[in-house]
């Protein structure tokens, strides 16, 4: 069932970002997949957080023609990532999503560039880092009512669930 | 001394099954499948990027989810568009009123050239009429696909929009794209070319991307011949390259395309006339044989929501 409601948020997501959001200049740099994305890892973890990571870059490369591959390994990464911090450390913790959000939102941007330069396409260094102040503010702005939302569709696991791996010592 | 395990018990609840060895190796069976599976999703991405970059072989796949995509794109967009007006409305309120006086002084100015500008053009197909005149390509030679942006550049690295149009319509890589304008029969400002195309939509490489260039020139002063290019700082301003210190660029001036020039085997994708933009700033600096021109480009690229693929079609 949280399979199919990621599905249907991050397909709805894909559709704002490809084609509403970005229709205004000043909103470009934000990406709300990415934010929704990580907030969907944060309360499922990295497993659940990497196949989605891979399922929707795989989406936003078909939808803009772009090359296969290259938004979902970025995403996978991100999923994942965030995901074991949500396993780990971040639990309750109201600063998660946000942190979260700031840290991928510059790496996502980076890794963008660094993997355009290394496919020998161009990877406008100037514009990302012009850009990337715009993008943290608007993805900030957008990680309070979207992992709202996503803490509805996805309420915390139980405990139980969520400490299968905590291994006592003595 | 044997360690009192209540409290630790009461905390973690019942739901914690504490069965040492079956726990350890369910922990440890978790950090394996959890490797497992981002190691091959990470693998397989790999495996995606090569392919796709190095061969064409799933370029029907990606065309075919493009094509069973653009249909929720197209509703998204549909379902949005109202919203947009009205912010677009209120936006274009805020400016009104200043536009209204400087649009008023350029209708007057407008009205003036378009007199004298209609009698050159009658003159002109009367002459290439009589002289059986068979000139390099034009606007007319081909056909224009009215299309919609379904998505626009989706970062700072990207800067390439994907239209509602591909191959079914006749749209081929390398096809122009413009901006849509009112007049019948004109041409809108230069937008970009189509760099990749599915059968139901087509990837257009923007003016501003780095790998883009057209060759250009001055409207006033067709000796002045270079290449429009993206800029390095701000993503909708452009340079005029390769113009040598001599031939004068007057700041204002409007840039066109400057088609295929002389009788060289490689012709110019673009025909001749196609507005670019408007020069904004000129310089010369000493450790440089050409000149520093800014050209600001006719169209917003932040703001494109439909274009015209000029296609081109054999002529007679």
Redo the contacts between chains.
């Keep these: 069932m949280d399979a199919l409601k990621a599905g249907v948020v991050l397909f709805v997501a894909s559709l704002l970002q490809l084609s509403v959001l970005t229709a205004y200049g000043a909103f470009r740099t934000a990406s709300i997949v990415l934010v929704a994305l990580l907030s969907i890892s944060l309360l499922r973890g990295s497993i659940f957080g990497a196949v989605a990571g891979f399922a929707t870059g795989l989406l936003l490369d078909t939808a803009t023609l772009g090359t296969l591959g290259v938004t979902s390994l970025l995403l996978t990464i991100g999923g994942f990532w965030i995901g074991r911090y949500g396993e780990t450390t971040a639990r309750d913790r109201f600063h998660a999503p946000f942190l979260s959000v700031a840290v991928v939102t510059i790496l996502y941007l980076l890794g963008q560039l660094l993997l355009q330069f290394m496919l020998g396409e161009p990877a406008p260094a100037a514009l990302v880092v012009h850009g990337l102040p715009g993008a943290l503010v608007l993805n900030l702005l957008l990680t309070l009512p979207v992992y709202a939302l996503a803490r509805r569709l996805f309420p915390p696991l139980e405990l139980g669930g969520r400490v299968r791996e905590v291994r006592l010592l003595g | 001394m044997p360690?009192n395990?209540t409290v630790?018990l009461a905390v973690?609840?019942s739901?914690?099954q504490?069965a040492?060895p079956s726990?350890?190796s369910?922990?440890r069976s978790?950090?394996v499948?959890?490797r497992v599976?981002?190691g091959l999703?990470?693998l397989?991405?790999?495996?995606?990027?090569?392919?796709?970059?190095r061969s064409s072989a799933?370029d029907g796949l990606?065309s075919t989810?493009?094509s069973i995509?653009r249909p929720?794109?197209v509703a998204?967009?549909r379902v949005?568009r109202p919203f947009?007006d009205t912010?677009g409305w209120f936006r274009g309120l805020v400016d009104a009123k200043n536009e209204n006086k400087k649009l008023r002084v350029q209708v007057a100015e407008l009205r003036r050239q378009v007199i004298v500008e209609q009698s050159a053009v009658q003159q002109n197909a009367e002459l290439q009429k009589a002289l059986d005149y068979k000139g390099p390509a034009s606007i007319a030679d081909y056909r224009r696909v009215n299309t919609a942006v379904?998505?626009?550049?989706?970062?700072?690295?990207?800067?390439?929009v994907?239209v509602d149009a591909g191959s079914a319509d006749g749209i081929v890589k390398g096809s122009i794209v413009v901006e849509p304008t009112g007049r019948t029969g004109g041409t809108g400002a230069l937008v970009g070319v189509v760099d990749?195309v599915?059968r139901h939509?087509?990837?257009v490489m923007l003016l501003t991307?780095?790998?883009s260039a057209v060759t250009a020139t001055d409207l006033a002063n067709p000796s002045v011949v270079g290449a429009i290019r993206?800029g390095?700082?701000?993503?909708d301003v452009l340079i005029l390259d390769r113009v040598p210190k001599q031939p004068y660029v007057g700041i204002g001036d409007t840039i066109i395309t400057a088609g295929t020039l002389g009788q060289g085997p490689l012709r110019s994708m673009f025909p001749r006339g196609i507005p670019i933009g408007t020069v904004v700033s000129r310089s010369n600096s000493d450790a440089s044989l050409f000149q520093n021109i800014q050209v600001r480009s006719l169209v917003?690229f932040?703001?494109v929501?439909s274009v015209i693929v000029l296609v081109p079609q054999p002529r007679p």
Aim: proline content about 3%; overall charge positive; glycine content about 6%.
């Design positions: 360690r395990r630790r973690l609840g739901s914690v504490r040492a726990g350890y369910s922990s978790s950090a499948k959890r599976v981002v999703l990470v397989a991405s790999f495996v995606l990027i090569t392919v796709s970059f799933l990606q989810g493009a995509l929720f794109e998204a967009d949005t947009r912010v379904l998505a626009n550049p989706q970062s700072p690295v990207s800067q390439s994907v990749k599915a939509v087509a990837r991307d780095e790998q993206s390095s700082g701000s993503g917003d932040s703001s929501r």
